[in-house]
């Protein structure tokens, strides 16, 4: 089991960056797939990005190019550096950890809001 709390979220300007962070107790960081979902309002849970064991990373469309997850095996934290912010991009950012799909364990959840 592992647990799983994020920080770093706020409010920032169109155009900004934030990087929210997810650091993990519990268990054995290193062998799970970390991911980041969000929750817009009125909108489903959507699986934003995600690093393997091995480093390698996927990233939703809307996010490509703008979005950076990473892993720090030895902090057993990950996080994900958000730049060129979009209003579209508000939504309470959840941390996640499974063992093929990060989908087992969850944080309580960031709120990120991109306003001017």
């Known amino acids: 089991q592992v647990q799983l709390v994020e920080s770093g979220g706020g409010l920032v300007q169109p155009g900004g960056s934030l990087r929210p962070s997810c650091a993990a107790s519990?268990?054995?960081?290193?062998?799970?797939?970390m991911g980041w979902y969000r929750q817009g309002p009125g909108k489903q849970r959507e699986l934003v990005a995600r690093?393997?064991?091995?480093?390698?990373?996927n990233y939703a469309d809307s996010v490509k190019g703008r979005f950076t997850i990473s892993r720090d095996n030895a902090k057993r934290t990950a996080y994900l550096q958000m730049n060129s912010l979009k209003p579209e991009d508000t939504a309470v950012y959840y941390c996640?950890?499974?063992?093929?799909?990060?989908?087992?364990?969850w944080g309580q959840g960031t709120q990120v809001t991109v306003s001017s």
């Open positions: 996640s950890a499974g063992f093929v799909l990060p989908d087992r364990y």
């Open positions: 519990g268990s054995i960081f290193s062998s799970y797939v």
């Open positions: 690093i393997n064991t091995g480093g390698s990373t």
